[in-house]
C-alpha cells in the first residue's frame, strides 16, 4: 500500500513524538539517535528518512518525496538515490547490517523495521519520576546516615559510610554525601579504628 503526502502529513510527528525503529529514535526536532547518541544527517537526508519513518513502513512514491523535500528546485532522481544510499550508510549497525531501507522498484522507498510512537510530555514525565526518584533514594540514605554517625559508633558509623557511598554512586554530585563521608573517616581516626595512614588513603582512593 502506498501513503500519499497528505496521509503522511496528517500522520506526522505535529504532537512531538519520538519515533522509534530499531536502536534509533526520530526527534520532533529531526535530530536522528541511535541508542542516546546523535547520527549527523544533512537536511536532505534528515527530511527523506522522516517522510518513511511517519509513513510506518508504507511505499512513499520517489514524485512524492522529491516534491516534498527538494520541492521546487531543479532535481534529477540521482540526488534522491544518492540520498537513500547515504541513510543507509548511516542506519548500518552490527545487529542489523542489512538495508533499513527497501527499494521498491517502479514505485518508491518504504521503511523496512516497525515504528513506534513515543509522546515526548509522556516521555519527558517518565524522565523526571526517574530523577525524583533517584533524589529521593539519595537523600533518604543520607539522612540515615547522618542518624548513624549521631550515634558515635564505629560499627555505626561503618554503616553510615556505606550509605554516604550509595548516595553517592546514585548520584556522583551530591555534596553533602561526600562531606559525611569525610566526618565519618575522621570519626573512626580519632577512635583509633583507622590508622590516619589507612584514611587519608581511603580518602584518595
Known amino acids: 500500500m502506498k501513503m500519499n503526502l497528505k496521509q503522511i502529513s496528517s500522520s506526522g510527528n505535529d504532537r512531538g513524538d519520538i519515533l522509534q525503529f530499531g536502536p534509533f529514535s526520530l526527534q520532533p526536532d529531526g535530530r536522528l539517535l541511535k541508542c542516546g547518541n546523535l547520527i549527523r544527517l544533512s537536511p536532505k537526508e534528515q527530511e527523506v528518512l522522516r517522510l518513511l519513518v511517519m509513513a510506518e513502513g508504507q511505499i512513499v512514491s520517489k514524485d512524492e518525496i522529491l516534491q516534498t523535500v527538494w520541492c521546487n528546485e ?111 573517616y575522621r570519626h573512626l581516626t580519632v577512635s583509633g579504628t583507622l590508622s590516619l595512614v589507612v584514611c587519608q588513603e581511603l580518602i584518595v582512593g
Not at 531501507?101 to 524522565?127: A, D
Open 74 to 184: 531543479e532535481v534529477s532522481e540521482t540526488s534522491l538515490t544518492r540520498c537513500i544510499h547515504c541513510l543507509r550508510e548511516n542506519l548500518k549497525t552490527s545487529a542489523c547490517p542489512n538495508d533499513y531501507i527497501e527499494t521498491v522498484y517502479g514505485r518508491g522507498y518504504r521503511l523496512k523495521v516497525t515504528v513506534n510512537r513515543i509522546c515526548q510530555v509522556s516521555h519527558q514525565k517518565l524522565q523526571l519520576s526517574r530523577v525524583t526518584q533517584t533524589t529521593h533514594r539519595v537523600y533518604e540514605a543520607y539522612m540515615e546516615a547522618r542518624y548513624l554517625c549521631r550515634r558515635s559508633n564505629s560499627e555505626r558509623i561503618k554503616r553510615a559510610m556505606e550509605l554516604y557511598q550509595l548516595a553517592i554512586q546514585w548520584d556522583s554530585n551530591y555534596t553533602p554525601a561526600y562531606i559525611g563521608l569525610a566526618d565519618c
